[in-house]
């Protein structure tokens, strides 16, 4: 007797709609002809404004034009969490476009009713619904008599990659005039009728103590409105901006601060790493089916420092008290989480604080734009009711601003007599890397740290490997060794600030990997390209790898001074593939003189996007690699201005070509984050091949060119 074919699969809702099923939370219909989309994610620069309405527009069958992108709000927006981890398409992308597609059927019903036609003789074109005999109604014409307040069911199906007209399309995108024509866009251009301005006082020391504050010379400063105390949280309320900087250097002259945190020996930061109190974690086994016998045993160390957002705007927020409710507008990536985080310290209910997103100049993880918002918060309790605008000074964005954490990699390879890698063993030290707002019981905001009665700083986190990971995202190999333990040891103590910046573990995990492949494929005299070609199942893998090498010309001819070097990863091994092949020049410091670069991101919604996203991606890559680091002694930050921490100026920009793979069957997958850990390893390898050089240590300047040199004599 034959059993019964399997049922196939239920039909799930996208994760970001299953959480916020009200299809009017998502989608209105307006009198003026428009079309308002609000999704729950925010615009951070990487192009979700246009991607999203892109998605929206060619589901309901409307001109990009009618489409009104509202800013995440507490107030109405679905909550869709935190923007990070390059899933803004993957999530609320999937999310708009199911909730459209099911609203196209819902008004096609609709007008089936009243036109007594089939809906299936029904066309609709810029939202206008017609049919036969010239009949015809709109969205606008149903609106009225169509509620969306209703939750999305699972069986609506979305047009097929073949009847989209903009997926796929390089679309202008929406929020660029304004950049370019000066219209204020940012939260740093914005001014509220009314509004004051505040400036927090904080020690350079780290976690020190405000023992005593003569405020006798603040109070002369002119325009001054308040100062404000709570233990060690301390500032200024002006009528003006430069009122406030003036009565913040005159009450920093009257403070007596404590002696503060010891700060790790940055000369000695990788053995400090290694010697802490940690959470140890194994994060992933293989065993071989067949065990081979191993000949000999091949170890490296890889590390990176501590790094900085480095965002070329400072953080700033604006905050109004209304009775004892309060409004916050910030350029925060998640309102939600960092609402409940508020609500924690001020001992509030949710309803009593609206947070709004505004756009920031920058920020590529958690920066300090949560911080200066609950910083808003407190000054503005001084206000009287009016608002308070509060922007940080570039040395306190570096010195106080999480930074991303620093990472010390071992890799252990077992070769066979034939030198095939048989056992793979990767380590992995360093703190946590997020301290989000929203995630736990206790507040992660600096100042909540600083008041009379102080909440904890919580010790940084690394997200589950279901959600990517975090010290130890894109640890795992992607290549087909036999057998692999990898393991992750977590800080338990962060006399440093850590949290996320842009892809979290996956540069420093990238680097090291793809490094020390290419130190495995020297010692076999192995073409690197090859090499890992051998070693990858994943054709999606291999067709990025083969792109990037032949748009490249790989190898070309040698020439004195000159290297290239290959770096490849899928981000997070389930996002985007990216390979890159680095041209670079080595003379008195190392330049990269081109980036050529193949990305495979499933759909591509707005290929210009994504390759904007890429470019950007291995440009930022390129600073980290070359330039960036944290620089401390044992009381401070000493990098604190751009002189102290210098980032690629645009005279040493390389040149970026970018060869995208067109996948529209595809489910699409994020690009904002995919370019770093590739880019990096393919200018270290690059440099080994210019200079015989190999610099585990980064960044890649002249004096760890010096030292990879020392080692190598």
Known sequence: ??????????????????????????????????????????????????????????????????????????????????????????????????????????????????????SGALEISDGTISGPG????????????????????????????AQRTLAGSSVQRLDIPDKVFAHPRFIHDQALPGMLHGRVLRSEMSAAKLTAMNAEGTRAVAGLVAIVRDGNFAGVVSETEDGAEAALKALRKGA???????????????????????????????????????????????????????????????????????????????????????????KLPLESITVEHMEGAGCYGHNAADDVALDAVLLAKAAGGRPVRVQWSRADEMSHAPFGAAMAIEIEADLDAQGDIVGWRHSIW????????????????????ELANPFPRMISTNPAQANGG???????????????????????????????????????NVFAIESFLDELATERGEDPVAFRLRHLRDERAKDVIRLAARRANWKPDKRAGIGHGLGFARYKNTGAYCAVVAEIEGAEDVSVKRLTIAVDVGEAINPDGVINQIEGGAIQATSWVLKEQVRFDRERITSNSWTDYPILRFSEVPQVQIELIQRPESEPLGAGEAAHGPVTAAIA???????????????????????AMELTS
């Open 1 to 118: 007797m034959t059993s019964p074919a399997p049922s196939p699969p239920a039909a799930k809702l996208p994760v970001s709609l299953a959480a916020n099923p009200v299809l009017s939370s998502w989608v209105r219909f307006s009198s003026d002809g428009r079309v308002t989309v609000s999704p729950g994610k925010v615009e951070i620069g990487q192009g979700i404004v246009t991607a999203l309405a892109q998605i929206a527009a060619d589901e309901l069958d409307v001109d990009i034009g009618r489409v009104q992108m509202i800013r995440a709000s507490t107030a109405a927006s679905p909550n869709e969490g935190v923007t990070s981890g390059s899933l803004s398409v993957q999530q609320s992308g999937r999310a708009i476009r199911h909730a459209c597609a099911e609203i196209r059927q819902i008004f096609l019903a609709a007008a089936s009713d009243r036109l007594g036609v089939d």
């Open 134 to 161: 010239n009949v015809r109604t709109s969205f606008w014409e149903l609106a009225d008599e169509i509620s969306l307040d209703r939750e999305a069911t699972p069986g609506a199906t979305p047009k097929s990659s």
């Open 256 to 346: 007596v601060w404590s002696p503060g945190e010891t700060l790790p020996d940055q000369s000695g930061l990788a053995e400090w790493l290694k010697s802490q109190p940690a959470e140890s974690t194994i994060i992933d086994t293989r065993t071989a089916a067949a065990p081979a016998e191993k000949s000999r045993t091949i170890r490296r160390q890889y590390t990176r420092p501590y790094l900085a957002h480095a965002s070329i705007a400072p953080s700033c927020a604006m905050a109004q008290w209304s009775g004892d409710r309060v409004r916050v507008w910030t350029h925060s990536q998640g309102v939600y989480f960092l609402r409940a985080d508020l609500a924690l310290v001020l």
């Open 430 to 449: 360093g703190n946590g890397h997020t301290a989000r707002p929203g995630r736990a019981a206790q507040p992660a905001l600096l100042a909540a740290t």
């Open 470 to 508: 975090g010290a130890d995202r894109n640890s795992v190999p992607l290549y087909d060794f036999p057998s692999w333990q990898i393991e992750c040891h977590r800080l338990l103590t962060m006399p440093v600030r850590t949290s996320a910046l842009r892809t979290l573990g996956a540069q420093g």
């Open 685 to 707: 390898n690059a440099v080994f091949d210019a200079l015989g050089v190999r610099v585990r240590n980064l960044p890649i300047t002249r004096d760890s060119l010096i030292a």
